[in-house]
């Protein structure tokens, strides 16, 4: 080979980059004078990181004003660097991780310059592009495949996807839609890069992965891609979004790409994955038949895509639980899974030496002529080029290697594409269907009958009702697990209309059939709670979030605000309707998860009621902030109260100190939640009530809290068909039903001086602050204090106490006959919570004066603890009243689940209703039975 090169190139390693690639000398031909500038400069030994590849850009494009002037010195300045890159591949003076990571982030500046140069002309001719919201909209460039992955070959085509946030108009004369100014900013940027040239093209762009691929509006907007992705999306899709990265947009591409997690990261372990590989297969099995690809690294059998695969689907199944696997780059992606143990590492270490492998040898191939290509040579002169290029003596010893690479990708893929059905024990349908009858009566077996008789049943589509049958068998197995005969019969019949309600959207059948563990806790948590399978059945949609990794976990109160956070990033901010909706599923979804670990894990009845309890405090505050938002960018921020504070006329509140504050009563205020209880709601503000607010359409700061609280009532307890967020009881702020729906932090503490009743008092003791402004939470805790350690006569609290008690009793109680008949309410009758709980409110009422530690807590157990303490209760009464309370509110989550009222039969609790009854004559009625 002759070699025609400037002077001082050293002739070996010179050599060696024209053997590997034809278009490295053309490179030289062309700019002999800047290559040898970049050798004397940079020795093409040194990496270069994001920031050098950004000055270098930048440098050449400075000063550059005319389209066909930029286009030009880019693409003198991509050849420059191809021939670096292809000169240290082809000396080992890198490694393909450092190659494809420059050669993406050279693409990653280049479309940022791309898309920096083309917006001015843009706004010249139809101005600014301004969204609904009022800002300044900005091209979102989202990379896809290799360059969203960082994994850019040396002749990769980029594949892109152009969005906006807003909808709007430009503010020009010429005034035109967002979405057709980010068409023609798009189609502004694929010119400066795509377009061939005599210099050549910077990178060739494909824009087929956008929503409706090849033919729909080159860019779209938030909501419509995320309309697209929940209706249309498809599988392949997801596999596609996993490489998604922002590279131009900032904070709303952000958002963005947070908005498409959910659609590729199922929030269970996802194995409809699996199921969705093996229909993929099928389909790469047939595309390499008819294209005769197994000549290419890539696609062919035991390639790079089927390397790819693997991980996806990996990422796929787990994603959702290891956030540690939502990442794009290959690599990082098989390292994860083995350090999660999900691979073994003997597996990580053999795929991501074949990958490297693979990768360089696309390297050699494309470096030859600069073409997109992953097809082996048939020329025998190129072929051993390409052998000498990547140190092999001859081709047959570079075949022999690769194919001992593909032998162990294609197994490796074989395994995990193996339908894991087959791999489970063999199930005889027809004899589970015959054991299975033997235990069913004969209406049990006409509803059977009749659930395959059915219109539904009958009109499934062929892929449905395929999976139905397949995940017939592995049901009544899980079924025929049970050990109780009548269990089995109670569990089918109530799993028939959940069975009916998701047969339709068939994955998750194809989840249930691939995890059999899944499978089992479904049929376990269905026959301890028929409450469970009536919620999966009448909002299918929870089986989302049912079916979780863990449903032996309670759900942390910093897992939940985050992921009630990353849900509503994803709805517009106006869309009221939408975040109400993700509330309720929020709310709904979370209650099943305590409750699926209620029934499989047996947690203590005090862990459930802090689980049930938290996440009711987190869409509170979330519900609080939703509600504020609009309000105050329509009214502004009313004038700060001056009661509590000194110093403060004048200021305003603001989004740290909003000067509202929410105060949980009952259940929520005794954090003792449980799966089905209200929200008992008093609501404090500390603002100026006469003063206006200071936005465009100011109000009153009485009105403004006013709307507010009116419009979280709104959002909280509106029906709708996915029912409603909690059931809201105001009854207890101050003058009842009465008084108004919001007090001041003041009127508040003047009622519960002068007006309020001791029942008041009472419900006061089961009290605390659950969201909102800390400054106003703090002031209602102080006067609350205040109010319960007021010195009071116990024989006058015990009077009205026990008063109060009984017309409860007689009002909510049991009936004579059904006391008659031996049942007793768990509640209400004698004996029961209420008396435990009243026994506790007359203890703070009556000594908190002597003794202010029993008025800290609002919780039953902790204040009957500090009786104790406080030696007025013996330990030992203390002890016993707890215990009592513990049982009668655990029996009480049971049949909640069981959905069974609380009407018990008497003779079970006769010692228990003993025990409370003689401490109740002892503190309260000593006349009482």
């Not at 709007?168 to 005034?175: A, D, F, M, Q």
């Not at 290891?322 to 083995?338: I, P, T, Y």
């Not at 800290?856 to 009786?867: E, F, G, K, Q, T």
Request: charged share 25%; net charge negative.
């Amino acid at each position: 080979m002759t070699i025609n090169a400037p002077a001082h190139l050293p002739d070996v390693e010179l050599r060696k980059t024209l053997v590997a690639s034809n278009y490295a000398n053309q490179v030289l031909q062309q700019q002999p004078e800047a290559i040898q500038s970049d050798f004397n400069i940079d020795q093409f030994k040194l990496s270069l990181s994001l920031e050098d590849i950004r000055a270098l850009t930048q440098q050449v494009l400075k000063d550059i004003s005319t389209e066909p002037e930029w286009m030009q010195v880019i693409r003198r300045l991509r050849a420059r660097l191809m021939f670096r890159w292809i000169w240290q591949d082809a000396n080992q003076l890198t490694d393909v991780v450092t190659l494809t990571r420059e050669l993406s982030d050279f693409a990653d500046v280049a479309i940022q310059e791309a898309v920096n140069f083309s917006r001015p002309q843009l706004v010249e001719k139809y101005g600014e592009p301004v969204g609904d919201d009022g800002q300044v909209q900005d091209l979102i460039v989202i990379g896809m495949g290799k360059l969203g992955a960082r994994e850019l070959n040396l002749s990769s085509d980029i594949d892109l996807i152009f969005a906006f946030d807003e909808s709007g108009e430009t503010t020009g004369r010429r005034s035109t839609s967002i979405q057709q100014f980010c068409v023609q900013w798009g189609q502004a940027v694929i010119r400066l890069l795509d377009t061939v040239t005599p210099d050549g093209f910077v990178f060739r762009v494909d824009m087929r992965l956008r929503p409706w691929g090849d033919g729909s509006a080159l860019a779209c907007n938030y909501v419509s891609l995320e309309r697209y992705l929940e209706q249309h999306g498809r599988e392949w899709e997801r596999y596609a979004w996993i490489k998604a990265r922002i590279i131009t947009g900032g904070v709303s591409g952000d958002n963005l790409l947070r908005m498409t997690r959910p659609f590729v990261y199922r929030r269970y372990v996802d194995f409809s994955a699996f199921a969705a590989l093996r229909e993929m297969k099928g389909l790469i099995e047939r595309e390499q038949i008819r294209r005769n690809v197994q000549g290419d690294i890539k696609l062919g059998s035991g390639g790079i895509r089927e390397i790819e695969f693997i991980v996806q689907a990996f990422q796929l199944i787990y994603g959702g639980t290891w956030r540690e696997l939502r990442v794009a780059n290959c690599l990082s992606a098989l390292d994860q899974l083995g350090q999660l143990e999900l691979m073994p590492l003997d597996d990580v270490e053999e795929l991501s030496s074949a990958y490297l492998f693979l990768r360089r040898l696309e390297h050699g191939i494309q470096a030859q002529n600069d073409q997109q290509t992953q097809h082996l040579p048939v020329d025998h002169a190129l072929q051993q080029r390409l052998a000498e290029s990547l140190n092999f003596s001859d081709w047959a010893s570079l075949l022999e290697s690769l194919e001992q690479v593909r032998d162990s990708v294609r197994a490796q893929f074989a395994d995990v594409v193996a339908d894991r059905r087959v791999q489970q024990r063999s199930l005889n349908l027809e004899e589970l269907s015959q054991t299975l009858h033997r235990h069913l009566d004969d209406e049990a077996r006409v509803q059977l009958q009749a659930f395959w008789d059915s219109r539904l049943i009958q009109g499934l589509p062929t892929l449905a009702s395929e999976r139905l049958q397949a995940f017939w068998p592995q049901l009544l197995d899980a079924l025929l697990s049970l050990s109780e005969p009548k269990a089995i019969q109670t569990t089918l019949l109530r799993l028939l209309p959940l069975i009916e309600a998701v047969v339709r959207r068939s994955v998750y059948l194809v989840l249930l059939l691939e995890n059999p563990k899944a499978l089992l806790n479904l049929v376990r948590m269905v026959h301890a709670s028929p409450w469970i399978c009536e919620e999966l059945t009448r909002y299918p949609v929870l089986l989302d979030e049912f079916l979780a990794v863990d449903l032996y976990q309670l759900p942390s109160r910093e897992d939940l605000s985050d992921s009630l956070r990353q849900e509503l990033l994803r709805i517009e901010r106006d869309d009221v309707e939408e975040q109400m909706r993700v509330l309720r599923l929020f709310k709904k979804s979370h209650v099943l998860q305590v409750a699926a670990s209620d029934v499989l894990a047996e947690r203590p009845l005090m862990k459930i009621s802090d689980a049930l309890t938290d996440i009711a405090e987190v869409v509170l505050e979330t519900v609080l902030q939703l509600a504020l938002a609009p309000l105050v960018a329509r009214h502004g921020w009313p004038l700060r109260a001056s009661n509590y504070r000194e110093n403060l006329n004048g200021e305003r509140a603001n989004s740290a100190h909003p000067q509202f504050a929410i105060i949980g009563y009952g259940k929520l205020g005794g954090i003792e939640m449980s799966y089905s209880s209200d929200l008992d709601l008093v609501f404090l503000h500390d603002v100026d009530e006469q003063a206006d607010t200071d936005g465009e359409k100011p109000l009153s700061g009485f009105q403004f809290c006013a709307r507010l609280a009116q419009k979280m009532m709104t959002m909280l307890s509106t029906q709708t068909l996915d029912g409603r967020i909690y059931e809201v009881d105001t009854r207890l702020r101050p003058s009842g039903q009465a008084g108004l729906l919001v007090s001041s932090l003041h009127a508040f503490e003047l009622y519960q001086q002068k007006s309020a009743w001791l029942w008041e008092h009472q419900a006061l003791a089961r009290s605390r602050s659950v969201a909102g402004d800390q400054t106003v939470r703090d002031a209602f805790e102080q006067i609350r204090l205040a109010i319960l350690t007021l010195p009071r006569d116990p024989l006058v609290v015990r009077e009205e106490v026990r008063a109060m008690r009984q017309k409860m009793q007689d009002h909510l109680g049991s009936s004579k006959t059904q006391q008659e008949n031996g049942f007793f309410h768990l509640k209400q009758d004698a004996g029961g919570i209420v008396d435990i709980e009243f026994m506790a409110q007359y203890g703070v009422l009556a000594w908190a004066n002597a003794e202010p530690a029993l008025a800290h807590y609002s919780d039953n157990v902790r204040i009957l603890d500090a009786l104790a303490t406080a030696g007025r209760l013996s330990r030992a009464d203390a002890n016993a009243l707890t215990d009592a309370y513990l049982r009668e509110r655990f029996e009480s989550h049971r049949l909640a689940l069981a959905n069974q009222s609380l009407q018990v039969q008497a003779a079970d609790w006769l010692d228990t209703r003993t025990t409370v009854r003689a401490l109740w004559q002892q503190l309260i009625d000593p006349t009482a039975d």
